[in-house]
């Protein structure tokens, strides 16, 4: 979706099942055929790294880091209540985190795809948004793989799906596996990593984490390395539900510097362009919330390390659903959260990092009309804008500042 401009993004369930159906169909030619040599794609698949391993284990190891977690969150408050989405998405189970490390192994794509000496796909280290099984990933929309390049010494793979296109991926996705990569091999240091450097937030990420020093890789479309040694560390964001350590290791690795002179209620907006999720009568909204205090801040005006100060420094927090809530990572304990949505499109992402908050409060609200019963997951219009009377949004206010 993130590839998708604004005003086609819409479009999204449509192109997804156009892209999934174009997978299996080019797969089932290319697979298994030899077609390209030692360019083909691949032709056998783990669906796991333990798999993956087990089947070569002279060249794929398995270094552990935390351990598995079973989480149980309690369904949030907001107007409706009864949703069915939320009682959906309340359950997170993660395996053990762990670093696959791969002798002459190779990384392929923008979306960073890990392959094995012998030819197979590590799915679990390989994710991709929207697809139903290893047979839909884009890997197999090619014909043949691109001549790799051979890269000596250590190569980190840092990379994710939608780094350079999403800020939410960038911190939640892409950064962690650092973090991963030093609780499973504490001390080692790459000569390489893959990562996004397409966008400004990206490069002041890696900065922030001190990795300038680095030589550094674009995953871009038409990549294909084969590394000495290919470390992968696993990603364990699944489905946006926000694992705590994550937050916990965020808070630590990017701390904020300076909160004194920041507001303590933010409005972050998603500014004026239309099918954005912007909020339509903010400029209604905005003169009453000033009113009660609020600050209007919109994050992608400012750097990193400054999104990382506001909102370390904000008591409350009201906003459209968005990127620049991850934010929230770095809320301080008893942070209160308002999150606003669009009839057709919920997503766990924020209310999951805020409840990693010590002491934090998160409610929603909802445009009209509602669907009570919409499943988990149901990717249709994304992008919709929000229309909600500036009263309603209001009242959800002061029921949050009473809270």
């Known amino acids: 979706m993130t590839r998708l401009p604004p005003a086609l993004q819409p479009m999204w369930p449509a192109a997804k099942l156009v892209h999934r159906g174009a997978t299996r169909a080019v797969g089932r030619v290319t697979r298994g055929t030899g077609l390209g040599g030692e360019r083909a794609v691949p032709g056998a698949v783990s669906a796991t790294s333990a798999e993956s391993a087990a089947r070569e284990p002279g060249q794929v190891r398995l270094h552990v880091g935390g351990p598995a977690e ?58 991709y948004f929207g697809i139903r099984g290893w047979h839909e990933h884009p890997i197999y929309l090619r014909p043949r793989l691109p001549e790799s390049a051979p890269l000596a010494g250590v ?17 939640m996705d892409a950064l962690p596996r650092w973090g991963v990569l030093q609780e499973a091999m504490p001390g080692i240091r790459p000569d390489r990593i893959v990562i996004s450097q397409q966008s400004r937030w ?15 890789v674009e995953p871009a479309k038409h990549l ?39 507001p303590k209620r933010l409005y972050v907006t998603r500014g004026e362009a239309p099918n954005t999720r912007r909020v339509i009568r903010e400029p209604e909204l905005m ?94 219009r994304v992008q919709n804008d929000i229309d909600i009377s500036p009263n309603a949004v209001v009242d959800a206010v002061e029921e949050l500042l009473a809270q």
């Not at 309340?90 to 923008?110: K, M, N, S």
């Not at 190569?155 to 911190?171: D, E």
């Not at 002041?204 to 030589?215: F, K, N, S, Y």
Request: proline share 9%.
């Open 287 to 380: 003169p009453i919330l000033e009113r009660l205090g609020f600050t209007r801040f919109d994050p992608g005006s400012v750097s990193v390390q400054e999104q990382i100060d506001h909102f370390a420094a904000a008591e409350v927090v009201v906003a459209p659903h968005g990127a620049g809530l991850v934010n929230l990572n770095f809320a301080p304990a008893g942070v209160r959260v308002l999150e606003l949505f669009a009839p057709r499109y919920l997503n766990p992402g924020y209310w999951a990092i805020t409840d990693n908050v010590p002491d934090s409060t998160y409610r929603y609200l909802v445009a009209e009309p509602v669907e009570p019963d919409r499943p988990e997951r149901r990717m249709n």
């Open 224 to 262: 294909s390395i084969r590394a000495e040694r290919l470390l992968v560390p696993c990603l364990n964001n699944q489905s946006t539900l926000a694992p705590p350590w994550i937050t916990d290791w965020l808070r630590t690795s990017l701390p904020a510097k300076d909160v004194s002179s920041r």
């Open 202 to 216: 990206d490069r002041e990420l890696v900065a922030l984490l001190g990795l300038g020093d680095i030589e550094l």
């Open 70 to 127: 079973a989480l149980r969150r309690d369904i949030p408050v907001g107007r409706p209540g009864g949703l069915r989405f939320w009682d959906e998405v309340r359950h997170l189970d993660t395996p053990p985190r762990f670093v696959l490390e791969v002798e002459q192994g190779r990384l392929v794509g923008d979306y960073a795809a890990t392959i094995t000496p012998g030819g197979a796909l590590d799915l679990q280290t390989s994710p």
């Open 155 to 171: 190569v980190l793979s840092l990379a994710s799906p939608a780094s350079g296109r999403n800020y939410y991926h960038s911190i």
